[in-house]
């Protein structure tokens, strides 16, 4: 097991009655003056929203409401964000919503408090030294933003989607409540089932060993969303699969699952968030299209850590005869899962040309500048062919 430093800044209240629990308790800690930042309304259709102002209200606080952020949340709206923070001298972002509004807050925290241009981090020209103070209500259980320390940006012109990882963003408190995720449209449930196993799934396939605690962590949380997620396409209103779910995805981007490795791989999300940036798909939905085609890629680079997979994930016998078929099997075995929840499974379901796949690989391997180091480093022409497996599924 490799050396590591572990820290858990945010606080979480789970359950029914988080939300009153954790402002009554929270908001005695923050400034008075609020940004209450939130998406395009669903906050508005589940009741939430009504239950957040009346506690603002009765802690006597300013509230200023950001409300609009869309998905694959772009710099003009941060820049929008940052601008009406500052014009209100507000000194706390309440952000209630998904990924996408969690991590719009962090870039406009990023952008109140350490001034010049906020790009300049997504875009590693500068590190973030600071940030605004944040708390978060999750609505949809996929990203982990809520209790990771990342946000990912896209920039308008060139359709650049962009992350920037720094502990001085994580939420001081984040509020899961089940019950809100119960209006989800299933897409957004899978693509968020989807999000939270790749993000395990990336942590679990890296080049250590001996790591018996974190792979049992890992391997628990796949099987775990695996299973709910499949309940909820028909039960959308069970409770506790939504519980199981809503956890999964803080455990799964919190870092647990990747104390004592290598850090993991991570190929799968640097290609999606170019498909993100240029087709603006639902995010976990494009991790789904992608993820087969670069396991057939690169698993040969340790068999041995994919037939762990293929038992312990999949419960397949291993044939040690014909160790690939094993893998071979499991892969498939994902990819079909994926197809049973909606998602896609090779990028023409996304709306990606052939005539795109080149620029895909270019944007992602900076104009062949970089490659993407993980399980198997993966120069231009590997991610060109990952790309073209995955346009071939479909
Ligand atoms: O905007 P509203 O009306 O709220 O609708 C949203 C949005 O359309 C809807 N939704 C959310 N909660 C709902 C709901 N609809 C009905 N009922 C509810 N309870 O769902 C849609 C998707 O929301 P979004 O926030 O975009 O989803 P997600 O949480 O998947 O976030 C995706 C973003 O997070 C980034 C992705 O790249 C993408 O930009 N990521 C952030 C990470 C991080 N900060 O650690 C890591 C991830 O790997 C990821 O890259
Ligand atoms: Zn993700």
Redesign the pocket.
């Known amino acids: 097991m490799k050396d590591f430093i572990f820290s858990y800044p945010t606080k979480v209240y789970f359950g029914k009655g988080a939300c009153k629990k954790a402002l009554d308790t929270e908001l005695k800690n923050v400034g008075q003056n609020i940004m209450l930042a ?6 508005k ?2 009741g939430i929203y009504d239950e957040i102002m009346t506690l603002l209200s009765l802690a006597n606080k300013k509230v200023v409401e950001f409300s609009g ?5 772009t710099y003009k709206k941060v820049q929008e964000g940052a601008k009406i923070a500052k014009e209100n001298n507000v000194d706390f972002i309440l952000a209630v ?7 719009s807050s962090k870039a406009i925290g990023y952008g109140v408090v350490n001034g010049g241009d906020v790009w300049d981090f997504y875009d590693r020209k500068r590190t973030p030294q600071s940030c605004m103070p944040i708390g978060c209500v999750l ?2 259980a ?4 809520e209790m ?1 320390n ?3 940006i896209t920039k308008e012109e060139g359709l650049i ?1 962009r ?1 920037c990882n720094s502990d001085v963003c994580r939420a001081k408190f984040a509020i899961l409540n089940p019950e ?2 119960m ?3 299933p897409y ?1 449930t899978s ?2 089932c989807a ?1 939270i196993m790749m ?1 395990t799934m990336e942590r679990y396939f890296n080049q250590s060993e001996n790591m018996d605690i974190t792979d049992s962590i890992a391997e628990g949380l796949m099987k775990t969303v695996k299973k709910h997620a499949v309940i909820l396409m028909t039960e959308p209103d069970n409770y506790e699969s939504r519980a199981e779910v809503m956890w999964a995805s803080s455990l799964s ?1 919190n870092g647990i699952t990747g104390c004592g490795t290598d850090g993991g791989d991570w190929a799968t ?1 640097k290609m999606e ?1 170019e498909l ?1 940036g240029m087709f603006d798909c ?3 939905a494009g991790l789904a299209a992608i993820w087969a085609s670069w396991a057939r890629y690169v698993y040969k680079a340790n068999i041995n850590r994919w037939l762990q997979y293929a038992s312990n994930v999949w419960g397949l016998d291993i044939d040690f005869e014909h160790p690939e078929k094993t893998i071979e099997t499991a892969i498939d075995m994902q990819e079909q899962y994926y197809a049973s929840i909606g998602m896609p499974i090779g990028l023409k379901e996304l709306g990606v040309k052939e005539e795109d796949l080149a620029k895909l690989a270019l944007d992602c391997s900076r104009n062949k500048t970089r490659s993407l180091i993980g399980y198997k480093p993966l120069a231009y022409e590997d991610i060109l062919v990952i790309y073209q497996m995955a346009y071939e599924r479909g």
Request: hydrophobic share 25%; glycine share 22%; charged share 10%.
């Open positions: 939130y998406g395009g309304g669903s906050i259709k589940n952020i869309m998905s694959n949340p919503g998904g990924g996408s509004v969690i991590d609505t949809i996929a990203a982990g933003s990771s990342s946000s990912v989607k992350g809100l995720t209006t989800l449209p957004q693509s968020g999000d993000h981007h999300h968030h993100g639902a995010h976990g």
